[in-house]
């Protein structure tokens, strides 16, 4: 029995590949790698796009497939707002596909990375699963159109899901072998990290006219390790019985754009150069978690919930 693990190059995925691995489970990625990093998956892989439905029912074919954890969509706010068709087309398309593969397939249990931008603008301090969903850009349109796809496949077809709504995934392998790489970069963190590494002079702060303490967006930053333990938590809950739900993932305690840089100046022991900027169109001012239900109900327990920690593993896999 193999745990198909979709968009496990990337990222997140691949920081859950590994996890899954030393916790015994077998499993096989697939990954389009139109963002994923071949090297960073040591397990089954197929290069495939879940749009080409025959190739992925493929791999259902060729393993024993018992569980789906799906990572692949595109995830930025900023190109989402100028490129919606291509968010629709592969995040929201792309689900379609791979639940008419899992239907046919009989395979029952789906866990999915959702995130807080289905949120949009919070009504209250810590956000709340029930909280309501008004993205302010279309990625998170598409996260919401996804897990409510979810919910209409699992009552018509004897399906389960648990849409893990994650905050801001940050951080590294504690031993610096795994990490984030985009290209582009557009993640705060790394782009900060880019000034003392040599890659670029300065960092901009997109905006400092945000309703909050010192005018820059506050995000709630959530190590990429805590994530990956969240996923096989919420595959064992279905498989244990579990109903399909939604979860957030965040730490609670939020940080400015600014509060991120000073961090990073410490870790680094760089200046590291800033300068305002305008604002970022579709970004949301504060997104802070409350995660008591993912406690409560999966018994998950964050390890690395401090920021300096989360920029100290991030900065160590730079400099590797
Ligand atoms: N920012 C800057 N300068 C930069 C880059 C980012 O000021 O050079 C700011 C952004 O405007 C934002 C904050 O830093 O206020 C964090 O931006 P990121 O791009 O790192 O992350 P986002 O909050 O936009 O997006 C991330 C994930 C999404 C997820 C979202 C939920 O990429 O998948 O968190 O908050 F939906």
């Known amino acids: 029995m193999a745990i198909l693990i979709i968009g496990g190059a990337g990222y997140i995925g691949s920081h859950a590949v590994r996890?899954?691995?030393?916790k015994g489970r077998d499993v096989v990625v697939v990954d389009s790698l139109s963002t994923g990093h071949r090297e960073a998956v040591d397990v089954p892989f197929y290069q495939l796009d879940?749009?080409?439905?025959k190739a992925l029912e493929e791999v259902f074919l060729s393993h024993d497939i018992d569980g789906v954890i799906h990572f692949a969509a595109n995830s930025l706010v900023g190109v989402s707002m100028v490129e919606p068709y291509e968010y629709y087309h592969n995040n929201v398309y792309g689900m379609m596909c791979l639940l008419n593969v899992m239907r046919r397939q009989g395979v029952k249990n789906l866990v999915f990375s959702s995130t807080a931008a289905t949120y949009g603008e919070p009504i209250r301090e810590l956000i709340l699963e029930d909280d309501p969903t008004e993205p302010t850009n279309p990625y998170g349109e598409t996260k919401l159109a996804m897990e409510k796809?979810?919910?209409?496949?699992a009552r018509a077809y004897n399906m389960k899901y648990i849409s893990l709504r994650y905050f801001n995934a940050a951080g590294a392998q504690p031993d610096g072998s795994l990490g984030e790489m985009h290209n582009p970069e557009?993640?705060?963190?790394?782009?900060?990290?880019?000034?003392?590494a040599g890659q670029r002079d300065k960092i901009s702060i997109f905006g400092d006219d945000y309703p909050t303490a010192d005018g820059t967006c506050i995000r709630d930053y959530i190590h990429v390790c805590d994530l990956a333990s969240a996923h096989l938590l919420a595959l064992e809950y279905l498989e244990k019985g579990g109903e399909s739900d939604v979860f957030n993932l965040?730490?609670?305690?939020?940080?400015?754009?600014k509060e991120v840089i000073e961090t990073a100046r410490k870790v680094t022991g760089h200046p590291i150069p800033a300068v305002v900027e305008a604002r970022r169109p579709g970004d949301p001012a504060i997104l802070v978690a409350s995660s008591d239900k993912a406690k409560r109900e999966l018994g998950w327990k964050p390890e690395h919930e401090n920021l300096e920690e989360i920029i100290s593993d991030a900065w160590r896999f730079y400099n590797k």
């Open 19 to 22: 996890y899954f691995s030393d």
């Open 50 to 53: 879940i749009r080409d439905e």
């Open 250 to 257: 965040g730490n609670g305690k939020g940080y400015s754009v």
């Open 186 to 196: 557009t993640h705060l963190i790394p782009l900060v990290l880019q000034v003392p």
């Open 149 to 153: 796809m979810m919910k209409w496949f």
